[in-house]
């Protein structure tokens, strides 16, 4: 009796190998929030640094308004007397000053332009939301259709021959 078998342990190979539907879906929900968890840390680190850099073009943009409106009310009215002064028209000191006033102002907003159009866009996390309905789909094991990106040096291959900043 020491060598016999019992029944409940012998079970049909076929059904070891098939998943059930339950360990399915908790594998798939499994995935699905693994992705949407990584395009989550993805995207806050990309929009992250273009934040900073809005948020400083932004800032000149006040500035220059700001010192337009306060400051150079009480130093240009002050420069359009000395110009009177010397012996200009009144009016004339006065749009000699506006001029200059003008020309400030537009040399900000070039700079606080210039500063906005540095701003780097999310890449990657554009590319990989375009990809999602694709990945969403279940694969079977070594079908894979899309290649997986190479990373090498701290930089993500992109498609074509560009690389990513990270």
Not at 59 to 79: H, N, P, Q, Y
Not at 81 to 86: A, M, N, S
Not at 109 to 125: D, S, W, Y
């Amino acid at each position: 009796m020491a060598h016999s078998v019992s029944q409940a342990a012998v079970v049909p190979s076929a059904e070891v190998d098939e998943p059930t539907v339950g360990s399915l879906v908790q594998s798939a929900m499994a995935d699905l929030s693994t992705l949407v968890r990584g395009e989550i840390e993805l995207a806050k680190a990309e929009v992250g640094k273009s934040a900073k850099k809005a948020g400083v073009s932004v800032g000149l943009f006040g500035a220059a308004g700001v010192l337009a409106a306060f400051a150079g009310v009480f130093f240009f009215i002050a420069l359009a007397e000395f110009l009177t002064w010397l012996g200009l028209t009144r009016w004339i000191s006065y749009l000699i000053v506006f001029a200059l006033l003008l020309l400030i102002a537009g040399m900000a907003a070039l700079i606080g332009n210039r500063m906005l159009k540095r701003i780097e866009k999310p890449e990657r996390t554009l590319e990989t939301l375009r990809e999602l309905p694709e990945v969403a789909h279940r694969e079977a094991p070594g079908a894979r259709h899309r290649d997986v990106p190479t990373v090498a040096n701290g930089r993500v291959a992109l498609r074509g021959n560009d690389n990513y900043k990270v």
